[in-house]
């Protein structure tokens, strides 16, 4: 294949379509690849290629990217699009949004040199700012609310937006102006707005971090600096918390080691959302999963990985087998407390080996245990209480899944 390489150094958007058209060759030959490379360097240091171009550069051309040559991109991009927001602009910012959220890769630089900003301080003369989130999401942060931002705002449809002050937020409820692409609000300095009217202006949004609030609300509030940072307890959002709301919440509290977390009926939550948990929390001691339905095997395997001092799980209701038992057991051998109501596919036989294997287990709550089983545990574990129908009971002790367990008063599981 000839490559006219003068012709790529004299013009970019050659340099861009052959980029494009020759990503496996790029990929397959290091020659051709450092040579395009310095073609690149040498056009952004002559400013030949502005933010978009560049970042539309990087975005076909994966195999040598390198340095922080992406996060100069998002930068300029940026900057360019708040000093100048014209339509040309926002849509630019719209295209680098759609790029992100369907290409991993790029996505995996959010989390490297170019910082996710929680600040929402405003430099002299900016009525806006954005940034793109871990997820490729894009965050808008207004200073300001008028006519020509609210277009602005409707042509980016921002996933997420932050405010520098509650008056912005007022103008917005006031405007009486809808905006159903939003679907998290950051109210952490604008705690002043009516929590109650948000649902108004923004009707599919799914989560607040904002003031605590004792409405009934169909949405989730949450706030970071009033959380416990000992204890995590999102059980009373399990007929809305989602795997993204969830990461949101998980990712703003990153800095807190949380010992106790409880999840009890959060039936939508997945496998994925609680290895990431798990992963950013290694301090869990005990974990509440009470009726996570969505959840398998591998959920407590990935606790089991990341987590090294778990103590204690409630897992009444889910759907795990012996494999569960098996990577708490491999992982875990000062395991204390065990509760299994409604675990329909645990069996006798792996209880028994969590027993012989969990020498300080002090307490199992299973359905039932047969009269052979129930002796061979009190055999291994005299001291330990175990709690279930027993062959002849003709009570069942069972917890009914209607009655939600007091996580973080149960001494069962504190006093770990």
């Not at 294949?1 to 397959?28: G, V, Y």
């Not at 073609?39 to 240091?45: K, L, R």
């Not at 990985?305 to 708490?328: E, K, M, P």
Request: charge should be neutral; charged fraction near 30%.
């Amino acid at each position: 294949m000839s490559i006219n390489f003068k012709t790529l150094q004299s013009d970019p958007k050659e340099l861009l379509r052959f980029c494009r058209d020759s990503r496996d060759l790029l990929r397959q030959n290091l020659e051709i690849r450092e040579k395009c490379l310095h073609i690149f360097q040498t056009q952004c240091g002559e400013g030949k290629l502005s933010g978009y171009h560049r970042f539309k550069l990087l975005s076909h051309c994966l195999s040598f990217i390198i340095g922080d040559s992406f996060q100069e991109a998002l930068q300029s991009m940026e900057e360019e699009t708040v000093k100048n927001p014209t339509a040309k602009n926002l849509a630019r910012v719209q295209k680098i949004t759609r790029c992100l959220k369907e290409n991993e890769f790029l996505r995996i630089f959010l989390t490297g040199p170019y910082p996710f900003k929680e600040d929402v301080a405003s430099s002299e003369g900016e009525s806006f700012r954005f940034h793109w989130d871990e997820e490729g999401e894009l965050h808008v942060v207004l200073y300001d609310f008028t006519d020509e931002m609210a277009t602005m705002i409707q042509s980016l449809k921002p996933n997420a937006l932050h405010f520098g002050s509650p008056r912005v937020l007022s103008k917005m409820v006031e405007s009486r102006r809808t905006f159903d692409f939003v679907e998290e609000i950051d109210l952490e300095v604008a705690q002043e707005a009516k929590i109650e009217s948000l649902k108004e202006v923004f009707p599919h949004i799914k989560v607040c971090f904002a003031g605590a609030s004792e409405i009934e609300l169909p949405f989730i509030v949450f706030d970071p600096s009033l959380s416990d940072q000992k204890k995590l307890d999102l059980s009373k959002y399990g007929e809305v918390l989602s795997d993204k709301i969830l990461l949101k919440i998980v990712r703003k509290l990153s800095s807190q080691k949380p010992i106790l977390c409880n999840l009890e009926g959060c039936k939508y939550l997945t496998d994925a959302a609680v290895i990431k948990l798990a992963e950013t929390f290694p301090s869990l001691g005990a974990i509440n999963l009470a009726y996570c339905e969505r959840l398998t095997d591998r959920s407590v395997e990935g606790i089991a990985q990341s987590c090294q001092g778990l103590r204690g799980g409630i897992f009444h209701g889910c759907n795990f087998t012996d494999a569960a038992l098996t990577a708490l057991t491999t992982r875990y051998k000062f395991l204390q407390k065990v509760f299994l109501h409604g675990c329909k596919r645990i069996t006798e036989g792996g209880i028994l080996e969590m027993a012989r294997h969990c020498r300080k287990l002090d307490r199992i709550e299973v359905d039932s245990l047969s009269e052979s089983a129930h002796s061979q545990i009190k055999e291994i574990l005299p001291k330990c209480v175990i709690t279930g129908k027993r062959e002849g009971d003709n009570e069942d002790s069972r917890p009914s899944k209607k009655r939600k367990i007091d996580f973080f008063r149960n001494s069962a599981v504190t006093k770990i």
